[in-house]
């Protein structure tokens, strides 16, 4: 299987487990654990799991002078990226942040531009703009698609954790040059624990872990190991051969997973405008990772921000 191959299949399951989550974690938070508090379950089973891989298979040091750039990716790639989307979510409707996530892939183009000097091509642009437009009309063709206005304060912190997520896809591509995938996300993990910790301490140290039913602790099993594990590693070591516009551009991919996995379950109905949906974000995800389908010439110009 070739590297280009694997680093699809990689982004493809890393948003298939993104896309089960949005009902698996219904059951949860915040019924049984308030949303800081399972911030800090996830953030610190993760650490431990993938601190156990580096010590044991990979063994990498890494050097001094990256650790600021690290504690940044930690900053935004865990703590602001979890804590607000969790406290976003429970304050505003998920049809309001779903639309809210869609900015993601257009700002990860717009900042990989700026700081990594990503040739933003015509190409691109119309890829992203293909997959925001499905992704959108698959949540406005949702049963629960009506919009509110009330949930002001949850809409914005949604948007600045994907702004914030988009900032680490970004800023962490660079340490993914220097280092195995795993070293930098045992770090990113590392460093974003100290950051949740004190906030999530107050919600975790209240939760009843004794009301717990075994299909709850299914459930949070599931968020902590794959949600948060897997899912990030996914994603790691697709960014190790990949830009950030192509990791961000498979996000489109959870609503429409997300319809098909309601689909399979008998859950949900797939009218035309969703088929329409599904097919305008998958062309904009062969668009973005597409290579050849311009010429050389112009792929190479560009178009610069």
């Known amino acids: 299987m070739s590297a280009q191959v694997k680093t699809h299949l990689y982004l493809f399951l890393a948003n298939l487990i993104y896309a089960l989550s949005f009902t698996i974690s ?8 308030q949303p800081y508090g399972a911030i800090v379950i996830r953030v610190s089973v993760a650490l431990l799991l993938f601190l156990l891989v580096q010590i044991f298979f990979i063994k990498e040091i890494i050097k001094i002078r990256d650790i600021p750039l690290l504690i940044l990716c930690g900053l935004f790639g865990v703590a602001i990226n979890q804590l607000l989307f969790f406290k976003g979510l429970s304050i505003t409707t998920p049809i309001d942040a779903a639309l809210m996530m869609t900015t993601t892939p257009i700002l990860i183009l717009l900042f990989a531009g700026i700081f990594q000097d990503e040739k933003i091509t015509f190409l691109k642009i119309m890829g992203v703009m293909l997959g925001a437009i499905g992704a959108v009309l698959i949540i406005l063709s949702g049963k629960e698609s009506a919009l509110h206005s009330g949930q002001a304060m949850g809409d914005i912190l949604v948007l600045i954790n994907a702004s914030s997520y988009a900032i680490y896809l970004v800023i962490v591509k660079p340490l993914m040059q220097k280092y195995h995938p795993v070293t930098v996300i045992t770090w990113v993990f590392f460093f974003g624990w100290f950051f949740v910790l004190p906030i999530g301490w107050g919600e975790f140290s209240r939760i009843e872990w004794h009301l717990f039913t075994p299909t709850i602790w299914i459930e949070l099993s599931f968020i902590v190991i794959f949600t948060t594990f897997f899912a990030y590693l996914l994603n790691t070591l697709a960014l190790k051969q990949a830009p950030p516009s192509v990791v961000g551009i498979y996000i489109y991919l959870q609503p429409a ?27 904009g995800v062969y668009f973005v990772s597409s290579k050849n ?3 050389k010439r112009e792929q190479m110009r560009g178009v610069k921000i």
């Open 26 to 33: 219904k059951d949860v938070v915040p019924h049984y654990v």
């Open 257 to 283: 997973l997300a319809t098909i996995i309601a689909l399979a379950l008998n859950k949900d109905e797939y009218p035309l405008i969703k088929i329409i949906a599904t097919v305008l974000i998958f062309m």
């Open 293 to 295: 389908v311009f010429s």
